[in-house]
Structure formats: C-alpha cells, structure tokens
C-alpha cells in the first residue's frame, strides 16, 4: 500500500533496570561480515523470502500511488491514502508490540503475512475487473495499516530468534540492505510495467510474492520457545513497556529525534509522485526512476550504518537528520530530472541512516523481554509519524505548492538535528 514493514502487576514489578544506551553487549558491537549471516538456516530463508516479497510489495506501492493520483489528480488523496495506510501505527505498534511480546513471533507473522496478501488480491482483483474506486483503495489501506502495526514490530524482534546476539548487529544491516535492494528493483520494474499494462500486473505479482515469506516461515527449524512463566495482564505491559523507554534518556531522546524528522522528512516520499508529475512532467517511467534512486540511496546509507564506529552511532541519528533536511531542501528546487534523481539520493540515504543507526542502537541494548514493546515505539517514531506529516504536507501542498512544502520540511529536519547535536555535545 501507500507507504513507500495479558492479572494485575505489582508496583515492583515496573521497576525495570537502567541499562544506558551507550553500553553495548560485546555480543552485539562484534560486527560480523554481512555474507556470513546467511549461514543462519532459518535467517537464510527469511532474507530469500523476504526480498521478493518486498519486491512485490515495492511494485505495489509504485503502482497503487500511481492508480490513486490517476483516479483524483489530487496531491491531498496521495496524503490521506498514505495517512490511512500508516496512521494505524502510531496508535496500534504498542499493542503490536505487547502481542509479540506474548505470542510465538513466527506464528504471528504467518498470520500477518497471509493477511496481506488478501489485501493485495483483493485489489488484484478491483483493478482486473475495472471496479476499483477510491473508497477501495482508502478501506484497504486503513486495514493495511492495522496488519502492519503488528507485523513489523514483530519482525524487528524476530531477528534474535533467526541469528542470535552474536549476529544481531549485522543482521538487522542485511535486514536494511535486503528492504532497500527491492526499494531498486521493484519500483524500476513497477514503471516499466505501468506504462505497458497498467497498474493491476504489479497488484497481482505482489499477491503471488506473499507466497515466498509465507513458504520460508513454514520452513523454519526453531528452538521450542522458553517458558515465559508467569505473565501479567495486557495493559499491565503496556505499562511496563512505556515505563521502560521513558527510564532510559538515550531511548528517549533517540525516539524524538527520529520522530521528528520522520514527521517533517518523511513527506518528500509521500509527494514524490505529485512532484515527478507536476513539478518535473515525468512519465511513469521516470517516476520508478526516482522511487528507484530514493531505495538506491537508502541502500548505501544502510550499508554505511554497518560501518559505523561505536562514537560514531551515538552522533549518527542527529547528524542523519541534519544531512536529510539539507538535500530535502535541495531536491525541492530542482526543475530537472537527473538533478532531482541526484538529490534524492542523499535525502534518502540520510532518512535511512536515521532509522537503522537509531534501531541498531535500541536493539544492542534493550532487554530480550521488552524487545517487541521497545522495537513497537521504534515503529511508532520511524513510520507512524510519517502519516501525519505525508497528511499536513498533502494540505499544505494543495495551497503553497509541493516545491515549497518539502522546503520547509526539510528546513525543520536540519533545524531538529543542528539543535540534537548541540545538546548532545553539552551533555557529553
């Protein structure tokens, strides 16, 4: 869809220990070369899965912004479907989370996965049949939105189960790479398969691509899970879980940054269609060109999160925000194609940057217990925000212009990370 995945509990029982942020298990900070986390059996076949179902997916995305700007020519229908789509998140990833917590994580993302590719065949079906609407296509993405709520803090926190804490550091990179590598492919295939058959091949490749995750999940050879002896109620995790990020600064601050720029940030995805087609009068061909350039660069900035030191990852996520905002601003002056697809690809590369330097982060030093709850609030911040600023940057767009929209975006990205890295200094 639009979007470019339970008793009552004691006082005591709240108290969660401080771990701060900038301790990192040497498990973890051992960074293990990419290719040998595909030894992993059960992770091998996740990553294989994965990658074309994202692929798919990618297709889809392209394809169904395309469909919705076709049926309304409205920049504000492109912001509401992508509010719809991932506004869900923001209220429902806790809940998500507090599931994946509880539930066999596998089992869930069967559930999930097999749930979206209903979706994607129901609209399979729609755009075949030529009765798609555009209240369709808002009913389907307002459901997405509520799948995805629970599937990606699940998957974020299934990663330890597939590679254990040794590999989880370069894992959860590969995870980056392996999303971002179908961010190329799918929309260039997406773009030429629009301008030749139109949208509904890309909804229909999609449907099929669900088969490869659902296919490794069943595949898997799993540890039997341990005992999770008593648990509480439902809201007491919830609890628990909110009490946990707030005792812990870094996780705080970590979150607000990232919230902010996937709120002001964010958008340049959201409006790139209505970019490439007023603003540069591309086809559908050099639309895919430019989704396909935005995974290109968030692929390197993946990449070079791996890379990073351990003083470098604690400055990463601000200065990540400081270098998206900077080439935001300058993508929204450019009257040109290849010049567009120049800039996008550092805005895009910092966005990226941004949210695995700050997963990395999160993931090396949260308990194993609370790992669902805490990777819930990292969806909430990386993807939950960026509805709400997609939905205030479509209005705003319909009034001012998307050229100037994603200026003042970027401008309060750069502003948000120039202000984090100073405090950040202060503080030591």
Not at 114 to 121: G, I, K, S, V
Not at 252 to 260: C, K
Not at 278 to 303: F, H, I, N, P
Not at 353 to 375: E, F, P, W
Request: some cysteine; glycine content about 10%; charged content about 10%.
């Amino acid at each position: 869809m639009l979007t470019f995945a339970g008793g009552a509990l004691s006082p005591a029982a709240l108290v969660v220990p401080v771990v701060p942020m900038s301790v990192v298990t040497p498990e973890i900070s051992r960074r293990t070369p990419l290719i040998q986390v595909l030894k992993h059996r059960n992770y091998r076949l996740f990553f294989w899965g994965q990658l074309l179902s994202q692929m798919g997916l990618w297709m889809h995305i392209v394809a169904q912004s395309w469909l919705v700007y076709r049926l309304t020519g409205s920049p504000l229908m492109l912001g509401v479907t992508g509010f719809l789509a991932q506004a869900p998140i923001l209220f429902f990833a806790v809940f998500g989370g507090a599931i994946a917590d509880r539930m066999a994580r596998r089992k869930l993302l069967i559930i999930t996965q097999a749930a979206y590719m209903l979706q994607a065949t129901i609209l399979t079906v729609l755009a075949f049949t030529g009765a798609v609407e555009m209240w369709h296509l808002i009913v389907l993405a307002l459901s997405y939105g509520l799948i995805t709520a629970i599937d990606t803090p699940t998957r974020q926190a299934f990663t330890l189960e597939l590679v254990g804490r040794a590999d989880l550091q370069s894992a959860i990179a590969l995870n980056a790479i392996m999303f971002n590598g179908a961010r190329v492919i799918g929309p260039a295939i997406a773009g030429v398969v629009i301008g030749i058959t139109g949208e509904a091949w890309c909804f229909a490749i999609n449907a099929v691509s669900y088969s490869a995750v659902l296919l490794s999940l069943i595949l898997m050879r799993l540890e039997p899970a341990a005992a999770k002896g008593q648990r509480s109620g439902a809201l007491s995790d919830l609890i628990e879980g909110f009490q946990y990020v707030a005792r812990h600064r870094e996780i705080r601050t970590a979150l607000i940054v990232l919230a902010v720029a996937s709120f002001a940030g964010g958008p340049y995805l959201t409006l790139m269609l209505a970019f490439a087609n007023d603003v540069l009068k591309a086809t559908s061909e050099g639309y895919g060109l430019l989704m396909a350039t935005v995974g290109a660069g968030a692929l390197l900035g993946a990449v070079a999160m791996n890379r990073l030191s351990a003083t470098a990852l604690r400055y990463a996520p601000a200065t990540a925000a400081v270098g998206l905002g900077v080439f935001m601003t300058a993508f929204s002056f450019s009257r040109d194609l290849g010049l567009a697809a120049a800039l996008v690809l550092p805005t895009s590369f910092f966005l990226m940057l941004q949210g695995s330097s700050t997963n990395i982060t999160l993931q090396s030093a949260v308990d194993d217990r609370m790992r669902g709850r805490v990777m819930a609030y990292y969806t909430m911040a990386f993807m939950g925000m960026i509805p709400f600023g997609g939905l205030a940057a479509g209005a705003l767009a319909t009034v001012i212009g998307t050229p100037l929209t994603l200026a003042i975006g970027g401008t309060v990205c750069a502003l948000s990370g120039a202000v984090s890295l100073i405090l950040k200094r202060r503080a030591g």
